[in-house]
């Protein structure tokens, strides 16, 4: 999907196993199975959906069969976690610690699912196809993966990965079998099909996706100076049309703010990794400062900042609105029996 350089953080979700565990290939029994039976019973019924439709997308049965080997090995554990949020949005996750030299990595999933699993299987299914996709980049892309830990470009673009995942999962699976929607479902996959996520991105994540994709694809093949030059120019584009009307819809305020925070949270990061990779830097990242390689670059981020941060938390407010409304969304589109 693009250039990736991306870590994990302690990411948490749950996918339970059981103690026998049966597909229709094979049977696994556990005496004693760390995994939890109803979020496993979830994972084997999804395997088997994606097994007996693998001409889609052999991505996708790629990864969730890799996925698969490492559950039954106990290497990744499905487990139920009762204090994560009833929500699409951290509702279930994947982690790893390590405990007494021992990693241990996991799938996380609230109760709310497995509740929300007798009566809308689909939206389990691609929640659950996002943290497989998490849980194998863990494995593939580990060094990045980890990097994302701190590194909140690496971190963002590894979500993207997962999205992105998602949303072929949904297009491509539950849509042709003739499964009901979500307002989320149905979000993603419109997106993913217009523009390849970046009115998903720029609506619930955030960032302007284009933008940050255009400032990596420059960079890859141009030097420092014309990279530090471009860098200086999108700056400057940004702060001289920048303009924020108070009395705009929530939307467009969001697509007012987006561009300029969008380079702020992410091209120092991006800009540092450039100089690192072209071997201009040997700085570590508390050391390393704009200023020290591009004065005039610096003044932008300077400008930019006094021009956006007293709009921060509106940008904020609006993004968790967004979130809060699909959410709402969700919940509302059937009926929990508790």
């Known amino acids: 999907m693009k250039k990736k350089s991306f870590l994990l953080i302690l990411f948490l979700i749950s996918i339970l196993f059981f103690n026998c565990v049966t597909t229709k290939n094979s049977e696994i029994s556990f005496e004693e199975s760390p995994h939890n039976k109803e979020f496993l019973n979830i994972f084997n019924e999804l395997y088997d959906f994606v097994s007996q439709n693998r001409n889609k997308s052999p991505d996708i049965f790629n990864r969730i069969d890799v996925i698969k080997n490492k559950i039954y090995s106990n290497e990744i554990i499905l487990k139920v976690d009762h204090s994560m949020a009833e929500s699409i949005f951290g509702g279930m996750e994947y982690g790893f610690y390590i405990n007494k030299g021992v990693t241990e990595t996991f799938i996380s999933t609230s109760p709310f699912f497995l509740t929300v ?109 014309l990279i530090t030059q471009e860098f200086i120019d999108i700056g400057n584009i940004i702060i001289d049309e920048f303009q924020f009307l108070e009395n705009e819809e929530e939307f467009t305020k969001l697509l007012q703010l987006t561009p300029g925070f969008s380079f702020l949270i992410h091209s120092k990061q991006m800009y540092y990794d450039i100089s690192l990779n072209k071997s201009i830097a040997n700085d570590t990242p508390d050391e390393f400062t704009v200023l020290k390689y591009s004065p005039e670059l610096d003044d932008v981020y300077n400008r930019m900042n006094s021009i956006l941060m007293p709009y921060y938390t509106t940008y904020l407010e609006i993004l968790s609105n967004n979130i809060s409304a699909m959410d709402n969304s969700f919940k509302n589109s059937f009926i929990v029996v508790n």
């Open 117 to 225: 699993y007798e009566n809308q299987p689909g939206i389990v299914f691609s929640i659950l196809m996002h943290e497989i996709q998490h849980s194998y980049d863990y494995y593939y892309n580990h060094d990045l993966f980890l990097i994302g830990a701190t590194n909140k470009l690496e971190k963002y673009l590894f979500e993207l990965d997962a999205h992105h995942i998602e949303a072929v999962f949904i297009r491509d699976f539950l849509m042709p079998a003739g499964d009901k929607l979500t307002e989320f479902e149905e979000f993603i996959v419109y997106s993913f099909d217009n523009d390849y996520l970046d009115f998903f991105s720029i609506t619930l994540l955030g960032i302007d996706m284009d933008l940050i994709f255009y400032m990596q694809d420059y960079a890859a093949d141009k030097s420092f100076e």
